[in-house]
């Protein structure tokens, strides 16, 4: 009962078996004491409030949130954390499943997972799958769709996965081990010591003009704060994703547009800048009227958010072919209607993070990041410096799809350490992760679908406002390419698509696995049951009949010449359909429990719309006979290392094994081009082929060997046979460069693209992926709750590059589009956490069944193409599609929440009488 | 930074809780939640380290859970059936790490009207004991959660224990239903839960139904009470409930859901947990 220092004497606890002792204040977050005191970064921080997991440890035997526990409460305690369990280099039982399955692909859960599944099998050698569910249930992961984690912990005892191999082969991940020791680095984890903390101040207000008065007195009162840095302290105050839209400040100058956008920073020690409320700061807000909805930002007379944007209208774009109107009216059967989808939030389990110092006239960023050539140029753009003085070394990335494909954290540690000359780092909290960052864009679209007698397309109309909130970001992406897609992935021959991008004071809306694409297809595929409906066809049928087939044209005038594979992804689910019908059929003899099935397709165009997107990839042999692969494809969990390095294995004929990878680092790779819009595998794929065909053709020029000959290499010396006849390359031989390299390879690809004219016509992408779902679902009248019993999915990948990555991407998808249809909406100031705002858990996603097709796209590497977000956009339709067949609602807007569902089967019970 | 007291004894909990206020923290897992990006500045009273008052003991005519019990040891104690409901609430909060963790307790001084443990205690007729220099106060569990966040807790007393009698008759049985848009880490839309003893006759001798977030603090339902109590088991008892049963609920809209939406499935779960009470008596 002593008072300051309260932490004296130290605590001492058992940490993975070693006694250990800290000085820290007992009240202190024992995962902070772990992380910080201790240096075991592998216990992670994804919400400090119970709600994620991330940080489950075992405390004596028990799982325990570490971010929940007093470190005074471990004291004299054992603790157990993700770095205790494996025995040396050796991963246990459990680690290895998870290698093996794919259990990881960001990784940042999965200590959390492992701790929870470690104590679960402590207790219980041989566990079912559902007390699997009841165990691990308290961890979130955004990535995987837990159905790996699950058959991980059922499968400990399961065979080994190929460590390596080259296209087409179901090895691990390459760079897998890190993410289940714990030894992987993310945002959070390697801060240097001494380094200054920065927190941001944000604004409670979604709209106000403000004034910061004399900051003298706060110096003065805390005198470990070091700076505070605002709108003035920003040399070009203003970012954006298009060159001609840098229209977000870094910190907000005299106007907050959203709430919870940064008015300033704080830098200083971490105990002062935490320590300082917000309420403390001289700012004065003077609140002005917001907009929140699109028809009210557009309304006449609406409060202009920004004040050089008439309308509050950022962009419109669409697609026009034939005449739309005069083929409806002519068609045998319309449907229409109005969709709405919400603010849907990424939830990435690591909330961003990232540290920054200064060497010499350059200033060096260490952030999680999907996009390290955009982060550069535009820290250096915001900094006043050229590109070349600002380098980007991401991090492991703990999840993006998409939320990190914008600025977070990057201009306001590189500028706090460019200005200050010491490492500064910053690490956003949960609440201020969701409230800052980027959504998808909420929709509101109205579209009309005829056909003929036989339910043949006839015509689509469909015009989509997208609410982009306070700042343009990725608006126009979407304005973009949603016109494009909007017609499904089927041939109609009258097409007017129309999309726009709306300002209001939400949220900035960014990029979010499907730009636009998944809202979209809500409508399509609700308006093809109608018409299936209105016909009288099978609902997968009226998709076949219209399936976009190899030589059709798109609406934009783009002839699909190859890899169109979604017909042979219904002819695979057909059998599927059919069994889960009949199987609906009869189960449907209960009242108050029902069952449904229905049906998705989607199609999306594979990199950006109508731009440039090239990525280059180098690789390079050093005298030593290192293959190295500089690689500047981010891989945020995806799995993007370990595909492009099986390509290059492919191309290069040498085991993936021997590659060493950069990945990443501006400074030491080419732009790869972000990861986003299911590029790298398509796009960075086929430029990491390439370079490693230049590199091969270079080492067998070296012994005039055939296009035949086989390399192996052998430390300083490559060994060339071609055709019986062996050759040797010493590699000491050769000249070395100054990047210490013999030999080089390299590869640049651009999808071949055009632009497109005043009526959306053109090529706006090189390939398209293609799929179709089947949900399968239950019903519960009287409480309007849905539970999704199994999805089977089919996908056209042009080519698996890697079975397992694959699956991992759909299973996720399918979490994701599970959570757009009947849980997830960010409502700012309302959800600003992971207890109100709501992802699938363990028991919400059921079964996946996923069907690889492979119908192969002769630009792409092995013939394979994207499918990041293809997983994603048929998962909502199938589930709404699914509750329509199972309880006679159609759900035109998502989330299908229970009160929502329930006012609609009531509403159908009084239509009905 | 502000102080931190582990005591050892109840005693000299009490007397720090008499000289000042503090923040008492038990399992941190409502504590912590409310600080995220805040600076961790109360003075607290960490009262986990008081042997004596974690466990579940059958005292003759009552048992008692002590102040520290978490809902693990609720899962895993051995517990008559009438115990059901308790049970099943404790595997829906949170996940393992929260129920391994949060207090029984703590659920109950925290006063959220989502809280799992308020309708089951409730309908196990449980009181609560509330300690002080002054002595010990034993307050009907009605009369100690007033609403939102609001009990009836001075500051210079700690929740000691909650206190459950035992039913008459060995016929009994305890149940609870949650509903959430997801299986698992949600907050309840509306849950419900009831305990129902039967006579040698098997004919309901007592029953307490209490429903969940959809009024400031959960209610019982008396009227629906009144009228279940001497009807035959057998005799679908859920349906004896009618909306006018549901007077004492005053439901909000929030994001979870709307107020029509809560009184209308506050009554699918009522009935649906009292048929599967009495399908097990």
Redesign the interface.
């Known amino acids: 009962m002593s008072e300051a220092p309260a932490f004296d004497p130290a605590i001492g606890l058992t940490v993975n078996g070693k006694a250990v002792s800290v000085a820290a204040p007992p009240i202190k977050r024992l995962a902070d004491v772990l992380r910080d005191d201790l240096g075991l970064t592998g216990t992670k921080i994804g919400c400090n409030a119970g709600d994620c997991g991330a940080c489950t440890v075992r405390l004596d035997g028990e799982q325990v949130c570490a971010c929940m526990v007093p470190v005074g409460q471990a004291a004299g305690r054992r603790v157990e954390t993700v770095e205790g369990l494996a025995d040396g280099s050796v991963l246990n039982d459990l680690q290895a499943a998870f290698h093996n399955h794919g259990a990881a692909q960001c990784g940042i859960c999965t200590p959390g997972m492992l701790m929870a599944a470690i104590d679960l099998l402590a207790r219980n050698s041989s566990p079912t799958e559902a007390e699997v569910l009841d165990s691990l249930g308290g961890v979130l992961c955004r990535c995987t769709g837990y159905r790996k984690i699950v058959d991980a912990v059922l499968d400990l005892a399961g065979a080994a996965a190929s460590q390596d191999g080259a296209v087409g082969a179901r090895i691990a991940k390459i760079d897998g081990i890190p993410k289940v020791t714990g030894a992987e680095r993310y945002g959070a984890d390697a801060v240097p010591d001494g380094a200054l903390w920065l927190r941001v101040v944000r604004t409670p207000h979604h709209s106000a003009d403000f004034t910061i008065g004399d900051m003298g007195s706060l110096f003065a009162n805390y005198p470990g704060l070091v700076r505070v840095l605002t709108a003035a302290d920003v040399p070009f105050n203003g970012f954006g994703i298009y060159p001609d839209l840098k229209d977000q400040p870094v910190l907000a100058d005299g106007v907050v547009r959203y709430r919870g956008e940064a008015v300033a920073a704080l830098v200083g020690d971490r105990a002062t800048v935490e320590s300082i409320a917000d309420g403390d700061l001289p700012i004065e807000y003077r609140p002005r009227p917001a907009v929140f909805d699109t028809e009210a930002a557009r309304a006449d007379g609406a409060p202009l958010v920004q004040a050089d944007k008439p309308g509050n209208l950022l962009i419109e774009g669409g697609v026009v072919t034939g005449d739309a109107d005069a083929a409806l009216a002519e068609s045998a059967a319309v449907a229409d209607g109005s969709f709405e989808t919400p603010f849907v939030e990424h939830a990435y389990i690591e909330p961003e993070a990232g540290w920054a110092e200064r060497v010499g006239d350059r200033v060096e960023v260490h952030v999680t990041t999907q996009a390290p050539y955009m982060d550069r140029d535009e820290t250096a753009n915001v900094l006043g410096l050229v590109a070349e003085q600002v380098r980007i070394v991401p991090t492991a990335c703990g999840g993006g799809f998409g939320g990190k494909l914008d600025l977070s954290v990057q201009p306001l540690v590189g500028l706090a350490a460019w200005l200050l000359d010491r490492p500064v780092v910053c690490v956003y909290h949960r609440p201020e992760s969701m409230a800052a960052s980027t959504k998808r864009h909420p929709s509101k679209i109205r579209a009309a679908f005829g056909c003929d007698e036989a339910g043949k397309l006839t015509a689509v109309t469909l015009d989509a406002d997208f609410n982009t909130g306070a700042y343009a970001s990725w608006g126009p992406t979407v304005a973009g390419r949603v016109p494009v897609h909007a017609t499904g992935p089927y041939r109609v021959p009258n097409v007017e698509t129309r999309g726009r991008a709306i300002f209001t004071n939400g949220p900035p809306s960014g990029a979010f696995r499907g730009f636009g694409v998944p809202q979209a297809a809500i409508a399509h595929e609700t308006l093809m049951d109608d018409l299936a409906e209105a016909r009288g066809i099978d609902r997968l049928e009226i998709r076949a009949i219209n399936a976009l087939r190899a030589g059709d044209a798109t609406a934009t005038g783009h002839v699909l010449e190859a890899s169109v594979g979604l017909l042979p992804c219904l002819d695979a689910l057909r059998p599927h359909w059919q069994a889960a019908l009949q199987d609906t059929q009869s189960f449907n003899r209960r009242t108050d429990i029902r069952r449904g099935v229905g049906v998705g397709c989607m199609w999306y165009g594979i990199g950006n719309t109508s731009m440039s997107n090239p990525s280059t990839m180098r690789l390079g042999i050093a005298r030593d006979g290192t293959l190295m692969f500089f690689n500047g494809a981010v891989d945020i969990g995806q799995g993007s290392n370990t595909i492009l390095t099986q390509i290059c294995a492919e191309a290069l004929g040498v085991p993936v094994s021997r590659f060493r990878l950069v990945m990443g680092d501006t400074d030491r790779t080419a732009d790869g081009g972000k990861t986003s819009a299911s590029r790298q595998t398509f796009v960075s794929g086929k430029a990491a082929e390439l370079a490693a065909l230049d590199l091969r053709a270079k080492i067998l020029r070296q012994v005039n060997a055939g296009p035949e000959a086989t390399i192996h290499l052998d430390g300083p010396t490559i060994h060339v046979r071609d055709g019986g006849v062996d050759h040797r390359i010493d590699l000491e031989t050769l000249s070395r460069g100054d990047d210490g390299l013999v030999l080089r390879g390299e590869g640049t690809f651009d999808p071949p693209t055009s632009p497109l004219d005043e009526r959306g016509q053109g090529v706006p992408y090189a390939t398209y992926g293609f799929a179709a779902q089947i949900a399968v679902v239950e019903v519960d009248l009287e409480l309007g709750t849905t539970k999704p019993q199994k999805i089977v999915a089919a996908h056209d990948v042009g080519r698996a590059i890697n079975p397992i990555q694959v699956e991992g991407q759909i299973h996720g998808g399918i979490a994701q589009g599970l959570g757009l249809a009947l849980m997830e909406e960010y409502l700012p100031g309302r959800t600003e956490n992971l207890h109100d705002y709501l992802i699938p858990t363990f028991g919400d996603v059921p079964e996946i069944d996923v069907i690889i097709v492979e119908d192969p796209e002769p630009l792409g590497p092995f013939g394979a193409k994207g499918v990041g977000e293809p997983g994603l956009v048929p998962t909502a339709p199938a589930i709404l599609g699914a509750i329509r067949h199972a309880a006679g609602v159609r759900m035109t807007r998502v989330p299908a929440l229970p009160h929502r569902l329930r006012a609609a089967i009531l509403a159908k019970e009084t239509r009905d009488g | 930074?502000?102080?931190?007291?582990?005591?050892s004894t109840v005693d000299e909990a009490l007397q720090?809780l008499h000289s000042h206020d503090l923040t008492i923290?038990a399992?941190?897992?409502d504590?912590?939640?409310a600080r995220?990006?805040?600076?961790?500045?109360?003075d607290?009273l960490?009262v986990?380290?008081i042997p004596g008052l974690r466990g579940i003991a059958d005292n003759g005519d009552h048992w008692r859970i002590g102040a520290c019990t978490t809902w693990?040891d609720v899962i895993r104690a051995d517990l008559p059936p009438w115990f059901g409901g308790l049970k099943l609430a404790a595997?829906e909060v949170?996940?393992?790490?929260?129920q391994?963790?949060g207090t029984v307790c703590g659920n109950l001084c925290n006063a959220s009207p989502a809280a799992d443990g308020v309708p089951p205690l409730l309908s196990l007729g449980a009181s609560v004991e509330l300690s002080s220099v002054d002595g010990v106060h034993v307050l009907p569990l009605e009369d100690f959660v007033l609403g939102n966040r609001k009990t009836a807790r001075r500051a210079d007393q700690m929740m000691t224990a909650v206190i459950l009698p035992k039913p008459a008759g060995d016929r009994s049985g305890g149940h609870f239903l949650k509903?959430g848009?997801?299986?698992?880490?949600?907050?309840s839309?509306v849950m419900v839960g009831a305990t129902v003893s039967a006579d040698e006759d098997g004919r309901v001798a007592s029953a307490r139904v209490a429903v969940g977030a959809c009024s400031a603090a959960a209610q019982r339902l008396p009227g629906l009470e009144a009228v279940i109590v001497g009807r035959s088991l057998g005799a679908c008892l859920g349906d004896a409930v009618t909306n006018a049963h549901l007077d004492p609920l005053s439901p909000i809209d929030d994001?979870?859901?709307?107020a029509?939406?809560r009184n209308?499935?506050a009554l699918?779960?009522v009935r649906r947990t009292l048929n599967e009470l009495e399908a097990r008596l």
């Not at chain 2, 930074?1 to 005591?7: A, D, S, T, V």
């Not at chain 2, 995220?36 to 109360?42: Q, T, Y």
């Not at chain 2, 848009?181 to 907050?187: E, M, P």
């Open positions: 930074m502000g102080e931190y007291l582990r005591p720090a923290v399992g941190g897992t504590f912590y939640p995220v990006g805040k600076p961790l500045d109360d607290v960490d986990s380290g693990t595997r949170g996940g393992v790490q929260i391994n963790a509903l848009a997801r299986k698992y880490l949600v907050i839309i994001v979870r859901g709307s029509d939406y209308d499935v699918t779960l």
